[in-house]
């Protein structure tokens, strides 16, 4: 057997072990997969063991673990929870808790990872409308379809622009300003979808509760050190440093800051995500270096016509696709090598960005963030996969639809 047919051999069961979810054969999840995928692709000769070495990316490793650890503590002292409480509190009506929950959302998802936003404000949301006797799934849905648009303004949103913005060169400052516009603009739409699917069920409707009660009693002093430190990594990447070290060097200061025993701090790290994507890393680079024939003719095809509007919505279309079919995270490796490549990469880095993001959207399967929303509900409101998809679809055609057409404009107008 050829490297190339043994390679596709390894990325097709690794994907079918990442699709099946706990349904797996013998339990294993999406870091084993990345692991096991990893070690084949050396085994079988595929890759050298240099080669899968030098295949993991640990710029992007470095990123994750260092923005994991802010998150930890901002999590962990309750800042984060007393900041969407606080929002949440200022709605006074059923529509507008929803615009307050799809903006507040999206908004600190862009600052604090979306699956991070999700696991923090479902209790919240759910506290919120049993008391309040609305009904839990509008906001739920808004929830996470708005922590997915949001995620899109910045590098460090989510996963997989964390990994395009390490390969494209974008500096935290340069995609934030140009990705912004859009994805405020899909926010608002994204709402307004989700409202006009619930507008009966949710018009006539009063809020009838004072303040939410806090979830987790809010640690002042260190979330005072981790605010200071969050505003610290920002400024960092606003004035251009290396992600990667600002990250890092962030984990650094808030370790010592912190003051609580570093054993807590790295219990709160997720070492399996970090295994899954050094895994996939290995599992990727196989792929592309055994040039696997219905890749390399395939997407060349799809990247040549960067100039029009009719080629920005197929590559948009591919990207949606793809990100459903093989996950958001595993497509972005799967495409790096091409889009670096390729005739207005700067263009195509943006659109993959915004297009495997808002790809997530599509089912309820579609992210890790759909998915903490929908487990941390289901005894109070199982969401459904055809409730989900109901919205889902229209959410990420007209969110798509905007993204692509404004990012043509930016082409248009040398922006980019």
Not at 80 to 108: N, Y
Not at 335 to 346: E, G, I, K, L, P
């Amino acid at each position: 057997m050829n490297h190339g047919i043994t390679a596709a051999v390894i990325f097709v069961l690794v994907y079918a072990v990442i699709l099946a979810g706990e349904s797996s054969p013998r339990k294993l999840d999406r870091p084993a997969a990345g692991l096991i995928g990893a070690v084949l692709m050396v085994l079988t000769g595929v890759l050298t063991r240099h080669d899968a070495i030098e295949a993991i990316d640990f710029s992007t490793i470095a990123l994750l673990l260092g923005i994991m650890f802010v998150v930890h503590h901002a999590s962990a002292s309750g800042l984060l929870e007393a900041l969407a409480r606080k929002l949440v509190d200022l709605s006074h009506g059923p529509f507008q808790l929803l615009w307050t929950v799809g903006f507040s959302s999206g908004i600190l998802s862009a600052l604090f990872v979306n699956d991070t936003i999700c696991l923090l404000m479902t209790p919240l949301l759910l506290a919120l409308v049993r008391r309040a006797k609305l009904p839990a799934e509008p906001y739920l849905l808004c929830l996470a379809t708005s922590s997915n648009v949001g995620s899109a303004m910045t590098i460090t949103g989510n996963p997989q622009n964390m990994l395009i913005g390490q390969a494209s060169g974008f500096t935290w400052s340069g995609f934030a300003l140009l990705m912004a516009p859009i994805a405020l603009v899909c926010l608002a739409l994204n709402v307004l979808i989700v409202a006009s699917m619930y507008r009966k069920d949710l018009s006539g409707k009063v809020i009838a509760v004072g303040h939410t009660v806090a979830i987790h009693e809010l640690n002042k002093k260190l979330a005072v050190k981790t605010l200071v430190v969050l505003l610290g990594l920002l400024i960092a990447f606003l004035l251009g440093a290396p992600m990667d070290l600002s990250a890092m060097t962030a984990a650094a200061v808030i370790l010592v800051l912190a003051n609580v025993p570093p054993a807590e701090s790295f219990a709160g790290i997720d070492w399996a995500l970090l295994m899954f994507f050094a895994g996939l890393f290995v599992v990727v680079a196989g792929v592309s270096k055994s040039e696997i024939g219905l890749l390399s003719h395939f997407l060349p095809a799809v990247l040549n016509d960067t100039n029009s509007l009719q080629g920005l919505l197929q590559f948009s279309a591919v990207s949606v696709i793809g990100s459903n079919l093989f996950g958001n995270v595993p497509f972005v490796m799967l495409m790096r090598d091409w889009v670096s490549h390729a005739q207005h990469a700067h263009l195509l880095w943006l659109l993959l960005a915004v297009s495997s993001t808002f790809a997530g959207n599509l089912t309820l399967v579609g992210s890790v963030a759909n998915l903490i929303v929908a487990q941390g509900a289901k005894d109070e409101c199982p969401l459904s996969f055809w409730s989900f998809l109901r919205t889902g679809v229209i959410t990420t055609l007209v969110t798509s639809l905007v993204a692509v057409t404004v990012l043509y404009g930016y082409h248009l107008l040398k922006w980019i």
